[in-house]
């Protein structure tokens, strides 16, 4: 969960998702109120807002800190991501 730093940039401004899910996409795809409109699933996505320090969780979507935005795909954040995981394991 990111951390509110200024509430109302956070609710006026877009968000910029990333797509880190396992479905191929034609991204960059625009929102204007929630990535469910694009058929996306909350849990594969990234989002990050000006005025939020950090990364939106789905409850911050959902009380509407993402006025609208664009997924987009990031083929080394998924890589990172995927790393991490599995270093995760091995703990």
Known sequence: MGIVIDEKKARETPCTCIYIGDKKLDLPKRFKKSIRELGIDPEDVI?????????????????????????????????????????????
Request: charge should be positive; include cysteine; proline fraction near 2%.
């Open 47 to 91: 989002c990050f807002s000006p005025g939020i320090i950090g990364a939106t969780s789905d409850d911050q979507e959902i009380r509407g800190y993402c006025n609208g935005g664009i997924v987009k795909e990031s083929e080394r954040l998924k890589e990172r991501l995927k790393c991490l995981k599995e270093c995760l394991k091995k703990c």
